[in-house]
């Protein structure tokens, strides 16, 4: 199984640690299948010209990520600023989201990035990869998409973008068992044939056609919950793709959140700022 990350990329500073770690959920994603055991795993984004763009770019070389379509442009790469609670919890304090490039450029599929893109089996994106715009460009591929939390999408969103998927993730830790039904019943109606809903601590919630499962927590020792979600969804493409077993792919992602947890940043390699 090969799969492509587009769209958005950032690097999470821990305020606390003084330390900056490579992020973002398009390229967390790409990284986490690739650990997964994918056979080829790419990024396609925009990086900025900063120390912490070429930060970015050494751990995707490291992690043996492609690179060959990333934009690269003068100005500063995304970052989020970060505190860690007492449970291990992500805290966001603010962004640089009004100056950095992904902001002030929009990313455009070539010709030559379609043709790129056609040698991987599944195509991820999220809600802030901002590539809407392309999903027609991309129909007939192999759709990932994580819409995040209920604040980060409306009723619009789901039926704009809905119809391209195969595959469409949330984060539902605020979502009762009836909400969350009702919101993988919408999302299958839309046309996304798998739809799985992440609730932090509690069972995992997926559908498949409308076949629901089911998967708890993996044991864990939580220093960072920073990218959980994200290695989730990279080792559940990367493990169900090919061989369509929904509870052994959700065995293995189960384990992946769990590994990520026990480490600081989304996959590690922090650096001072």
């Not at 640690?17 to 690739?34: E, K, T």
């Not at 990313?107 to 195509?123: E, K, M, S």
């Not at 493990?239 to 947890?261: I, V």
Request: contains cysteine; charged residues 25%; hydrophobic residues 40%.
């Amino acid at each position: 199984m090969k799969l492509i990350g587009i769209g958005d990329n950032v690097i999470d500073y821990y305020q606390d640690q003084g330390l900056m770690y490579p992020g973002g959920n398009a390229l967390n994603v790409a990284v986490a299948s690739r650990r997964s055991g994918a056979l080829a795993a790419a990024y396609l984004g925009i990086v900025g010209s900063d120390a912490a763009s070429d930060h970015i770019l050494a751990c995707l070389q490291r992690e043996r990520i492609g690179t060959e379509r990333i934009r690269r442009v003068c100005g500063p790469s995304g970052e989020a600023r970060v505190s860690l609670n007492e449970d291990g919890d992500r805290v966001f304090l603010g962004t640089n989201r009004e100056v950095r490039v992904q902001s002030l450029l929009a990313l455009r599929l070539t010709p030559q990035d379609l043709g790129y893109i056609d040698g991987f089996d599944v195509v991820h994106a999220s809600v802030n990869s901002e590539i809407e715009h392309e999903l027609p460009r991309l129909a007939g591929r192999v759709i990932s998409y994580d819409f995040s939390t209920p604040v980060k999408y409306t009723q619009e969103d789901l039926e704009r973008i809905c119809p391209y998927l195969t595959y469409a993730f949330f984060s539902g830790s605020g979502l009762s068992g009836e909400e969350t039904d009702r919101l993988i019943d919408k999302v299958h109606r839309l046309g996304t044939a798998v739809v799985g809903v992440t609730r932090g601590g509690e069972p995992a919630l997926f559908s498949e056609r409308g076949t629901r499962f089911e998967q708890r927590p993996a044991a864990a020792q939580v220093v960072d919950t920073m990218g959980a979600g994200d290695s989730f969804i990279g080792a559940f493409l990367t493990e169900y793709h090919p061989g369509r077993d929904m509870r052994r792919a959700l065995g293995r992602a189960a384990e992946a959140a769990a590994a990520t947890c026990g480490l600081y940043g989304a996959f590690g390699y922090g650096i001072a700022k």
